[in-house]
């Protein structure tokens, strides 16, 4: 009979080497699994293999809780692995970097079949390690230690400290783009034999080893309690905060290479519900970490326990990166409040709850594990008595476990039905509203009828005093005796935007008809387009409560939301106006950018007279005071943070606080506590703005001297705007004087090339499209003879290019063309500076990088050339810096000036000069030329980040490693004297102190 790993750990604690033996033989496939699927060499990860279980062996009596040790196991064996790769300095690219998109399938099918005739054991492994890569990160994990690591699903669940339905679903989409060469993958696994002697090599070298101490029989768990004891008061003595050990993920997910997510499976989240009443809009909270800089999580045992097992001193436990406090809210696209205070949310494929007066969200279902025969947009959850039905697109699934498990309770034709709109269930009976019908079922969900009555354009199914409404695109419909009727209003109304009904009242947000709107007149601002109304009376009669002081009634308002609670009304878009008086009076309206921005399509959900959640473009927010002021929600803590940059330093003398600013979403972010708390910086625009002018996407911000600048591009993406950054007020104010760049002609032009008959889209020419904008020849080219379907994308990559300023001129790239403009000119002129490669998909995606200082500017082209100017753009020359690296370079990874001096980060190596003139390549100590994918400058001193090595400082011209582990996916960094900080892809930002303070 096996035994535990609990009664094997006690065994060897009390001298038992054949116990360790035992848990040897248990563990090492997993352990070479997931070994070579990181160093990509078998027998390499062999070496590994023998490497980890010797360290479990010498630092086991370390290990606190024995019901953690394949996690703990699973941490030593991916540092192992890391730290093999740092000693040997591999080049090669790993397993991690050879992902095969599925469009390469045929191609790589074939390759396929000529590699099944090999029979060679080493052509065999390198089958698999290729079709391995054709997996995301997280599936490859998981298909390794369960083929290769011969793992049960529980066993992977357990080593990973991943749910193991999460497990599952990662198993079965490995399966489905595996699908055809799984039977090859099993046929190799014969091949994949470890030597088989590896157990008695280890249990010879264990031999060797100067015992390490052993607790008496009786009482096997004492040096437990005593490390852990000894830490926490080595911690107290030194004054650390249990918090100053958090990692930048948890370490059963070390091995995260290109899915930064934290697992909520088994690691509950616990919210920060000390919120700050306050009226502006706030992303965290100011409060919530005292004031030592932590972010409130307890110490990583399994870390300190790993850090012991590499021979590490406890007293002096090293720095660890600190998370920042999310900059966004979860996604969420819906809600389900339950009578009794129950929260359940669906995001991402998942189900969380939050019981009842808890603060812990607690995952409960991964949908991707059941067998939908399609997926619609809209996943909708509803609760009946003790059961809970969810439906996506047309499939209804029912549990009766509070969602563990689901069983498949009805289907309606996937090719009609497709996008469900509301699933409403009474004591009557069960109504399932779709986009082109509704449908009753009266035997609780089993069978169903269409009662549509002709209804189409359906957005909205709402049940009030047992009365059933559908919103649609041709007005407000109340069902009774079997019919829909078409309700009247004061005006005449076309469009259905939003409901929202308490007992007793009923509201409806909607646009005029049509055949009464003159579209030209609305938006000159001389017709009324839309109205807020309510009812008392179910729809019989209505009064219009539309808010004169908000949006312009004269204009057209893009589907606001309604919500409403007791005698609370909030109507939310970009901007909000609220009721206290069930719409009698309106309160002033609220900023754009100080409340989430929503639309109808927005998920809202009430769950008592004061707490309001909202699924918002901006993520999970919650108010607790009827929606005078909102706190983001994020459970996952996945959210982006780019183009960190430190406006302000931190300074002990003069008492001021670092300020850092960053991008989320097209937003601009401030935070001046190192990430505890964060504000939008607003455009100060407020919510009667018309709609044809509203706050621009953000796409890159800049210093200059003391000043902040923020380039913009408006939501229809047709112009460039630059703003200027108001440190005392926190808004974007937009710089008037700077001409801008307009593709609305080309969008115009592109639209009559579509309708054009082919014999006559010839007309558009050169010429043409020259008169009607500025931009590169090959830009225009693409117009001629390009994709019409690429030509759109082509149009916004051409006004997302860089800009950067100088004193009082700006310099910005526009339909890759480089343009400079100084305070006092008319318009932009041009530089001479251009893309002359044809701009195929992959080239435009690129980014063009900019720098200047002074009077020289720097370019670094998509087509590899290197040019520099040293009279503000009026000239330019080539500067050769390929020669200097070991190999060829294609990219430019990053320019930057650090005082007179010239960085210049390629994908082949750093290179820099003082003069412009004499350039050389800067390396690491053992003379490799690194890949620095960021730059940073503090004061003179350079930083650079790589994608896998770390974090270094350049030190008498040498790179020298300051921080060896970082976060995954890092898309800028930032300086400020000892204090490091990186903005990640899915993970917001992590700062992290390179001594103490």
């Not at 360790?20 to 070496?47: M, N, S």
């Not at 003159?518 to 179910?538: E, H, N």
Request: proline share 4%.
């Amino acid at each position: 009979m096996k035994k535990n790993d609990i009664e094997l750990i006690r065994q060897i604690l009390d001298g038992d080497e054949d116990a360790f033996a035992e848990l040897v033989t248990k563990y090492q496939k997993p352990v070479h699994a997931l070994a070579w699927r990181k160093v990509g060499d078998f027998h390499i990860a062999e070496e590994i293999t023998q490497d980890t279980f010797l360290k479990v062996y010498q630092r086991l009596h370390t290990l606190k809780d024995p019901n953690q040790f394949s996690g703990w196991l699973y941490v030593i064996a991916t540092r192992r692995c890391y730290a093999w790769l740092r000693k040997k300095r591999i080049r090669t690219q790993p397993l991690e970097d050879t992902e095969i998109t599925m469009g390469q399938k045929d191609a790589y099918s074939r390759h396929v079949v000529e590699q099944r005739a090999q029979t060679a054991v080493e052509a065999q492994r390198e089958v698999v390690k290729r079709l391995l890569a054709k997996l995301k990160e997280s599936e490859r994990t998981v298909m390794a230690l369960h083929y290769l690591g011969e793992m049960t699903v529980e066993e992977i669940s357990k080593f990973l400290g991943v749910s193991a339905g999460t497990i599952k679903s990662r198993l079965q989409r490995a399966r489905n783009r595996l699908q055809k060469e799984e039977t090859m993958i099993r046929e190799a696994l014969d091949h994949f034999q470890l030597s088989p002697n590896l157990t008695d090599n280890i249990m010879q070298e264990v031999s060797r080893l100067k015992p390490a101490p052993i607790p008496t029989a009786s009482k096997p768990l004492v040096p437990w309690a005593i490390a852990a004891s000894s830490a926490i008061l080595i911690m107290l003595m030194l004054g650390i905060g249990s918090q100053q050990l958090l990692r930048f993920q948890q370490p059963y997910t070390l091995d995260a290479q290109t899915e930064m997510t934290v697992e909520l499976v088994d690691t509950p989240i616990v919210l920060n519900l000390d919120v700050k009443p306050d009226l502006r809009r706030q992303i965290g909270n100011s409060n919530a970490f005292g004031e030592s800089d932590n972010n409130g999580q307890k110490p990583d045992e399994i870390l300190l326990a790993t850090a012991q097992a590499e021979g590490e001193d406890v007293s002096t436990p090293k720095q660890q990166w600190i998370q920042s406090t999310p900059l966004t809210g979860s996604t969420v696209n819906s809600f389900l409040a339950t009578p009794e205070g129950d929260l359940y949310t669906y995001t991402k494929g998942e189900i969380y709850k939050l019981p009842a007066k808890a603060e812990t969200w607690q995952h409960i279902f991964d949908i991707w594990t059941l067998p939908h025969s399609s997926i619609g947009a809209q996943l909708l959850i509803v609760k009946w008595e003790d059961t809970l039905y969810y439906t996506q697109s047309s499939e209804l699934f029912a549990s009766k476990d509070d969602g563990k498990s689901w069983d498949l309770l009805y289907s309606w034709d996937s090719e009609k039905y497709w996008n469900s709109i509301e699933l409403i269930l009474t004591k009557q009976a069960f109504y399932m509203a779709f986009e082109n019908e509704i449908f009753r079922s009266e035997d609780i969900g089993k069978t169903w009828k269409s009662i549509n009555d002709g209804l189409t354009g359906i957005n909205a199914l709402v049940n009030i005093q047992n009365t059933l409404f559908a919103g649609t695109s041709n007005g407000l419909y109340r069902y009774s005796d079997d019919s829909w009727k078409r309700l009247e209003f004061p005006m005449s109304v076309g469009g259905i935007q939003s409901v929202a009904a308490t007992e007793d009242k009923f509201y409806v947000l909607a646009g005029f008809s049509w055949d009464v709107l003159d579209p030209r007149k609305v938006s000159r601002g001389l017709q009324r387009s839309w109205g807020i109304f309510r009812s008392s009376d179910l729809g019989n009669s209505w009064e219009d409560i539309s808010p004169t002081n908000a949006w312009a009634v004269k204009d057209f308002i893009a589907g606001a939301k309604l919500i409403a609670v007791d005698d609370t009304l909030l109507v939310m878009e970009k901007g909000m106006v609220r009721s206290i008086d069930g719409g009698n009076t309106w309160m002033p309206p609220q900023l754009v950018g100080t409340s989430p921005q929503m639309d109808s399509k927005n998920p809202a959900v009430v769950i008592n007279t004061d707490t309001i959640y909202v699924g918002s473009d901006d993520g999970l927010h919650r108010s607790t005071d009827s929606g005078q002021s909102w706190h983001i929600v994020n459970f996952s803590r996945e959210n982006q943070a780019d183009s960190l940059i430190l406006y302000q330093e931190f300074d002990k003398r003069l008492n001021t606080s670092a300020a850092l600013y960053g991008i989320v979403d097209g937003k601009i972010v401030k935070t001046i506590d190192r990430g505890k708390s964060w504000d939008f910086v607003q455009m100060g625009k407020p919510i009667t703005t018309p709609h044809n002018d509203e706050p621009s996407h953000i796409t890159q911000i800049v210093k200059s001297g003391s000043v902040l600048h923020a380039k913009g591009i408006d939501d229809s993406d047709e112009k460039t705007l630059i703003y200027s950054v108001s440190e005392s007020d926190n808004t974007l104010k937009p710089i008037d004087s700077i001409p801008i760049f307009n593709s609305s002609a080309l969008y115009q032009l592109l639209s009559q090339k579509r309708v054009l008959p082919f014999e006559l889209q010839d007309k558009l020419t050169l010429a043409q499209l020259q008169e009607n904008s500025s931009g590169a020849i090959q830009f225009f080219k693409q117009f001629e003879v390009g994709n019409l379907r690429w030509l759109p994308q082509l149009i916004q990559a051409g006004l997302r290019g860089p800009f950067t300023v100088s004193g009082d001129t700006f310099y910005m790239e526009y339909n890759f063309k480089l343009f400079k403009w100084r305070h006092g000119d008319t318009e932009w002129s041009d530089t001479g500076v251009e893309e002359t490669v044809e701009l195929t998909s992959d080239i435009a995606r690129r980014d063009l990088k900019l720098a200047v200082s002074g009077n020289t500017v720097y370019v670094g082209k998509r087509d590899g050339r290197f040019v520099q100017s040293l009279d503000a753009g009026n000239s330019w020359k080539d500067i050769p810096v390929d020669f200097m690296f070991l190999t060829p370079f294609k990219n430019f990874k990053e320019i930057l000036f650090a005082g007179s001096t010239v960085y210049v980060a390629t994908d082949a190596g750093v290179a820099t000069s003082d003069n412009g003139k004499h350039w050389h390549a800067i390396t690491d100590t053992a003379g490799s030329h690194l890949i620095m994918e960021h730059l940073a400058i503090d004061g003179t001193t350079v930083y650079g980040v790589t994608a896998k090595t770390g974090i270094y400082r350049l030190e008498s011209g040498t790179w020298e490693q300051v921080v060896s582990e970082i976060p995954d996916n890092i898309t800028s960094l930032a300086v400020d004297g000892n204090t490091l900080y990186v903005g990640t892809q899915s993970n917001g930002m992590l700062h992290y102190y390179l001594e103490k303070e």
